[in-house]
């Protein structure tokens, strides 16, 4: 065996760039092209790959480090030669398709000759094998669209689109890839850009939950015109000056009460074939923040013990940490339910996906003036949009709506002022 540098090729216009993903570990082996670090420039982020087979003796670089052409990144010691056994070694009663086991042992011993074994095994980079296991999919089930039936992310995520329970050589003679009949500047001008990172990453996940969970949306208009006079009400004991505390913030606080209530909606199911769900003790609420790389839901840890003033003081420390990218990665996971709301932009109901493994998210529209019919006359009254997505498989319509009817008597009269407790 001998020792090699593996080093950052020449890589044009990616100088003194960013590391932003390492895809590899001390100790791992890697196989040529398997990608070892992802970086990032300004315009893209680029894999490098690994030049040679082997197993990694040291880590040079980790995320956040700048590196040029010629930086090392790993130090590998390479493994013997890999040889495979031609046909014509082979007993002449048996084709290729038919060796077992036992003949690659005995040829290995008789002709000591080291045989890969690929019948069990799918060749994937360990980016793509991740990425294979976020999405509950067995790998050695994917048919690889590479050389030598090497599985990429594109494999996986087709697979997934066509919940094909097939073997891989049954796949390989009934999946069709659709494929566009024409070009986009066949009919004018384009311009091709890159995604941005964040919306790439959180792609799989949307993709997840789409997939695997049975969405139900319920919509409903909860009456929040008390609740508006009380925020807009509040003032500084010290100062006398008006707090600027967002609707989010009671929100946050009603949604947690809700949750106390119907503990379903506090839960996660890991592999629904156990038969058996998650109930969390803990209630951190996710809140949707939209940035410019993208939407990001940070998590607001324990927010059943905190009041509404530190509610919404937290509520803007997380979301400028996702616009400014210093939201540590942690945070992003670990959530009871989640709240999106497009009220600061605009827009009624909506169909919001359910941020896998919760089972439920809320989606708030804008609030508005409406006349509602009350007492035998029609009043003016403020009416807050709500949609419930929910997991059919563990929660009902009927939960659902009583979930929702709890949700806005949280919100509604004479309950808006015991949530500044």
Known sequence: MSKKDIKVPNIGEFKD??????????????KKNDPLITI?????????????????????????????????IIEIES??????????????????????KDD???????????????SSKASASPKVRKFARELGVNINKVPGSERQGRVTESDVKLFVATKSDKSSKDQNTTEQKIELEY????????????????????????????????HVTNHDEADITELEEFRTSLTDVYTGEKKKITPLAFIVKALTT???????FNTSIDKIENGKMTVKRYYHVGIAVDTPHGLMVPKLRNADNKNISLISTELKKISQQCRDLKIE?????????TITSLGGIGGSFFTPIINYPEVAILGVGRAEKKQVFIDGKFVTRTMLPLSLSYDH????????????NDLKENLGKNFAYKLAV
Do not use: C
């Not at 493994?79 to 070694?89: A, R, V």
């Not at 498989?393 to 929702?404: K, L, M, S, V, Y």
């Open 17 to 30: 760039v960013e590391v932003i993903e390492v895809l590899i570990k001390k100790g791992q082996k890697v």
């Open 258 to 264: 809700s949750l106390k209530k119907f503990p379903n």
């Open 329 to 337: 990665k942690k945070e992003l996971f670990g959530g009871s339910m």
């Open 183 to 214: 070009s986009h500047s066949d009919f004018g001008e384009v311009d091709i850009k890159d995604i941005p990172r964040v919306k790439k990453l959180s792609s799989k996940y949307l993709m997840n939950s789409w997939t695997k969970i049975p």
């Open 40 to 72: 990032e420039s300004d315009k893209s982020s680029v894999e490098i790959p690994s030049s040679d087979d082997g197993t990694i003796i040291s880590l040079n670089v980790k995320i956040g480090d700048k590196v040029s052409e010629g930086d090392k």
């Open 393 to 404: 498989r563990i929660i009902d319509g009927a939960e659902a709506a009583r979930f929702n």
């Open 104 to 118: 690659l042992k005995k040829a290995n011993e008789s002709e000591n000759i080291i045989v890969k074994d690929f």
């Open 79 to 100: 493994e013997e030669e890999i040889t495979e056994i031609s046909t014509q070694e082979l007993p002449k009663s048996q084709s290729p398709k038919e060796i077992k």
